[in-house]
């Protein structure tokens, strides 16, 4: 009794450790594509409605996805409470709060940090030229999370499922 329930426990955490893992990287693309149109609704607000950015990042946050509002939401808190912080120094910290709990790589996170560099920098033509190019970074990052996706999302429940029956028959 007690050795089928132990062996059943040992299927069920490994399978579910498999099935996180395959979690992360379905969830990867459609981050991805949240983030860009968030960029998107930021570039719409900064170059056509002429949105001051601290307003434009808090009604981005607003509409955004609620996989990565919190992003904006973040930037948006740390420019308003924050006096003399720009709005490089509010990205970067974002991020350092954002990247952990999301699911995204580091190649990721390089061209959302390129969006940092340049943010709250320039005018608005060229601050709308640095996101249409970090979109289309991540419109890369997009294609290549996919393949990576549809490659390892079966493996990984596979993989556990398989892992956790081969230490029970091991065990036995």
Not at 79 to 107: F, H, I, M, N
């Amino acid at each position: 009794m007690f050795k089928v329930a132990g062996a059943l426990l040992v299927i069920v955490a490994a399978g579910a450790f498999g099935f996180l893992v395959a979690r992360n990287y379905a969830r990867r693309p459609r981050e991805l594509r949240a983030l860009q149109s968030a960029l998107s609704l930021l570039e719409t607000e900064i170059v056509y409605a002429a949105t001051p950015l601290a307003e434009a990042l808090d009604q981005v946050a607003r509409r955004a996805d609620p996989c990565v509002a919190g992003l904006f939401a973040r930037v948006h808190a740390t420019l308003a409470s924050r006096v003399g912080t720009t709005a490089q120094e509010a990205w970067a910290t974002a991020l350092d709060g954002y990247y952990p709990e999301s699911c995204l790589k580091t190649e990721d996170l390089a061209v959302l940090q390129s969006i940092g560099q340049m943010l709250g920098a320039s005018d608005r033509q060229d601050q709308a030229k640095h996101l249409r190019l970090a979109g289309e970074r991540l419109r890369a990052q997009i294609v290549k999370a996919e393949e990576e996706a549809h490659h390892n999302v079966r493996l990984w429940r596979y993989l556990g499922l398989f892992a956790g029956l081969a230490t029970v028959l091991i065990l036995v």
